[in-house]
Every structure is written in C-alpha cells, then in structure tokens.
C-alpha cells in the first residue's frame, strides 16, 4: 500500500508538472555576440565612440548595438560579432561550437558571466585590437523567468530543467540541461544559440515547453 | 483488471525497449559532404580526373575521397565540401543548416537519396562549375543497421525512434525523429550532422543509446 501522503504528494508533482508543460515559452536564438567593458570598447571603435542602439532585445534594458567585432582564433577569423549593450563589467564573447571549431578554439559551456578559465583570442574592431585570455564561452542553454512567472510555476533560480522543442518539425528535440535563471531584469524566454536553433529547427519567436 | 495477454505484451514491450536501450551505438558526425555522379565529378574535376581515396568510412563501400568543392549560395560560398565516392546516380549535396544560413540557402531535412525538389546550386571545383536545380539538403539524423542488428533489437527499416546523447556532459539530449535504416551495406552507427554533434557535444566514436 502507499501511503495516502504519499499519493497526495505525488498529485502535487504531477500537477505541477502538468502545469509547467503547458505554460508556451517564446524561444530567444542568440547569435554569436559580444559583451564589451568600456574600456575594451574604446580600443576597439574609438576614444570618442559610444554603442549605438540598433533595437531592444527582449530581455530588459539590452538591446542589440550596431557595432560589429572580429573574433580572431589559431585557425582563422569570425566576422561579425554584434555587441550587445550596455558595458559590463567582463567582457565576454558568446559563440556557437560550430562558430569556435571553424577558428579553431574551444570555449567551454558557460552560464553567462562565468568566464573564468574560459578560452582566450584576439577581439579585432575597427579601431584597434585587444587580447584577451579569457571571455570566450558557448553560454549553457537557459531558461529566463521574471520572479511572478518562476513562483507560479514552481520554478527556482538554479534549477535544472527539460525542453522539449520543434515537435511536429521532423527535428523535435528534448534539451537537457536547460538551467532556469530568475531575475527582475529577465522575461519568459528559452535562450538557445544556433547550433541549438538549428538542431530542433527553431526561430526567435517559436515556442516551445517544459518536458 | 488488466487481461493476462495484455500483461504479457506490455511485458515482452518494456523488454524490447530496455534491449534497445542498453546497446551501445557509436555516433558518425557527418561534416558538409557531397555525393557527384560521374558526370558531373569530370565536369568539376576534369575529364581524365578520378576521386582519389583518402580514408574508408564506417559504411561499408564508401569512402572520403581528396577533393573538395565549394558551394555557392545566394549569399556567399561555402568551402571544403569534401566528396564522399563512390559515384552515385544523383548529385547530393549534404550541409548543415548552419552552413545553409550562411550562404543565404533553405534546403529541406531529408533522408540521403531524396533529392526531389530540394535546394539548387552552384558547384564549383578546380576544372569547372555545375549549377544543380536540386541537390541540396540537410540530412534526416538517422541510425544504420546491418540486418543482423536490426532484426536483434527489434528495429525495422523505417522506423522512428529517439536518441538520448551527450549524457553527463553538459548539453545531455534526446533527438526525436531519427529514422531507423537498414540495409547488408551498414554497420551500427547514429548519423548526426554538425549542428547536431555540437548541441549535444558529441564527436565521432562518443556512444549514444536509443530512449
């Protein structure tokens, strides 16, 4: 016999289950791009230049600029790596693997920020150049949730989750390891890069759910 | 209550499933190839040219050969397709949708040898240029199956089925839509494409299991 607390537990999972799977998540594909400190950004378009806005992203107070960078490897050169605004304080490239094997590097599999140890190249602007020995990852594949969209659903910062996506497409895919971030500063969104995009036959805009 | 020979068929299934589950399948990343009739290889190559074997690969028959040609899109050109020999009765033109992107082209996923209406082209090569009106496309993840192999697991030609990959390693994920194919010219391998490979931070020789 199980236990009737037991069975009232696993309703609870199961509902809340349910309800994750039939919440429609709109999918953000990030193309290879770039966050850049000032004072890179300065060596690499100029003393006097500032970003300039080209449109909002869907994540608050980003928004995609018109710069454009090169990425320069042991195998080649990657053209261009939008920046997306404003400066942080790190600066980091976020490219794709099939984007990182064509110049011959090998950045690991980051959350967005943790670049410590990540792998080094050459940033080429049209001002200058800067080496750096690390900033270069390929961002782990995550879900983006505002605090009242994590809370109803069950939802916490850190939590690792499902996706399933393109179903219907003749490339339906489960994402494992899709890690959930939760912040005041996020909207609901599922951040993917291309090499994921196209591996599930995904378009910023599509939707896709919790598995 | 369940009938006993319902019980018995749910039980021969789960066992069918957890066989398959536990075999060992070594995964085949397909870099961008292409498959040329002899027509067109001479047109490409030369009049008196002949592929020139590199490397077997793991289907038996086949082999990389030392050419490559380019391919050129309506927004650029892509280089280092290598020729996949021998000869065949339809040029074919196998790329990822990463690549396809980047010279401005759409081909459609499909099974190798389904060229009907997919995307043209221009090939070009060190003796000469063809411009094909179908050719192109991105290929259906598939596993290959000797006979002996299929008919042991269970598995018919034809037959979709899913593939968990990359697990323990970050990017952990289950392809749906992979198409069973069986013929006495393959040996056991899950065929990925580099956008593929690289979602779920497979290489050639990494091992996969069907789910």
């Known amino acids: 016999m199980i236990a009737p607390e037991r069975i009232a537990g696993l309703a609870a999972e199961i509902e809340k289950r349910l309800?994750?799977?039939?919440?429609?998540?709109?999918?953000?594909?990030?193309?290879?791009?770039?966050?850049?400190?000032?004072?890179?950004?300065?060596?690499?378009?100029?003393?006097?230049?500032?970003?300039?806005?080209?449109?909002?992203?869907k994540q608050p107070g980003f928004y995609a600029a018109e710069?454009?960078?090169s990425l320069q490897g042991p195998k080649g050169v990657l053209h261009k790596i939008r920046l997306v605004a404003p400066y942080r304080a790190h600066t980091q490239i976020e490219v794709a693997v099939t984007d990182a094997v064509a110049i011959g590097l090998k950045p690991p599999v980051r959350e967005s920020g943790d670049v410590k140890g990540s792998a080094g190249a050459v940033l080429i602007g049209p001002a200058g150049k800067v080496e750096i020995k690390e900033g270069v990852i390929v961002a782990q594949r995550h879900l983006h949730f505002s605090p009242p969209e994590a809370q109803a659903l069950g939802v916490a910062s850190g939590e690792v989750v499902r996706v399933r996506a393109g179903t219907g497409g003749g490339r339906a895919t489960v994402f494992e390891d899709v890690v959930v971030r939760v912040s005041d500063k996020y909207s609901l969104e599922f951040h993917v890069d291309t090499d994921e995009a196209n591996t599930a036959g995904l378009k910023t805009g599509d939707v896709v759910h919790i598995a």
């Open 67 to 69: 710069e454009l960078i």
């Open 19 to 57: 309800k994750r799977s039939q919440l429609d998540i709109p999918v953000g594909v990030s193309n290879r791009h770039c966050h850049l400190t000032e004072a890179h950004f300065k060596i690499l378009f100029g003393r006097g230049a500032e970003p300039k806005k080209v449109k909002a992203i």
